[in-house]
């Protein structure tokens, strides 16, 4: 077990006074399986009343407006989470009983479809194929999937944008975490497998000591469905979802859980800045 605590700090920077913001924030983490949020605060500068809610996907969001002139949006969400490993079942599930499965279950019917971000190129719905065909076990035909996608692409940051599509990071074969679970996602989904992505933070050093402050940044890994319930996984490191993974929400694809999006009305140009720092405390 892990107790972390995560801080992280975003917002933009305007090219001059804007006079109304708009906006939606997805950066405090939820207690569920493997892990129980002991604190979570959010700090928004300008001050500005907020409502908080949990929106369709189970995410928690603080919806917020700022109408008075401001040059800058700055956030602090502070969490401290106790995480424990996500056990997961190893039975056996083959394509039918998934299927049949997947049609009782109703939060898998949008984990089926492909959206704009996770549409598979013809390369990946032949990979998917392949190993869908040569494998009688869905869940370990998941696995594979995961592991092949990961393996196929390098982590490189700078070659792709927030925007980028799942055919435009397998096109250069590189991406960040985000490109890798988009392409996990639709190789999977392709293949009949349900499977929706997640976002939150990992800890980046295994190892840390107990008051050791670490660099972090946001993180994204998926899930797909496995008849009795979900298994997680990192495609982009090729690891189980263990103790140093914290979740803050689900979605089809990263649209539906941005740390931050707003709209604003002043001078055209922003410059978005983000922090992240993780400390182990237990």
């Known amino acids: 077990m892990n107790r972390l605590r995560i801080k992280h700090m975003t917002g933009f920077h305007y090219g001059g006074d804007v006079t109304a913001s708009y906006n939606e924030a997805r950066m405090l983490p939820v207690s569920s399986d493997g892990q129980l949020v002991l604190f979570s605060n959010l700090e928004i500068l300008p001050i500005s009343s907020h409502h908080n809610y949990v929106d369709y996907w189970g995410s928690r969001v603080s919806s917020f407006e700022i109408l008075t002139p401001h040059k800058e949006l700055a956030l602090t969400a502070t969490s401290l989470v106790e995480v424990r490993p996500r056990p997961h079942t190893d039975d056996k599930l083959d394509w039918d009983a998934l299927a049949l499965a997947a049609e009782r279950t109703t939060s898998t019917v949008e984990q089926l479809k492909q959206t704009r971000r996770t549409a598979p190129p013809v ?160």
């Open 123 to 282: 390369e990946v719905q032949d990979l998917a194929r392949e190993i869908a065909a040569a494998t009688s076990d869905a869940c370990d035909a998941a696995l594979q999937i995961c592991n092949a996608v990961g393996d196929a692409v390098e982590y490189m940051q700078g070659v792709t944008g927030v925007h980028s599509t799942a055919a435009e990071a397998w096109a250069v074969r590189k991406g960040v975490c985000q490109d890798i679970a988009h392409i996990a996602l639709g190789a999977l989904r392709h293949v009949g497998i349900p499977a929706r992505y997640v976002s939150g933070y990992l800890h980046p050093k295994p190892d840390a000591e107990i008051g050791e402050t670490i660099a972090g940044e946001s993180h994204a890994w998926v899930e797909w469905f496995c008849g009795d319930g979900w298994r997680g996984y990192d495609p982009t490191n090729s690891i189980e979802i263990g103790d140093r993974h914290v979740l803050v929400g689900r979605g089809r694809d990263y649209n539906d859980v941005p740390p931050l999006r707003g709209v604003y009305a002043g001078p055209f140009g922003s410059s978005l800045f983000v922090t992240v720092e993780i400390t182990r405390e237990s």
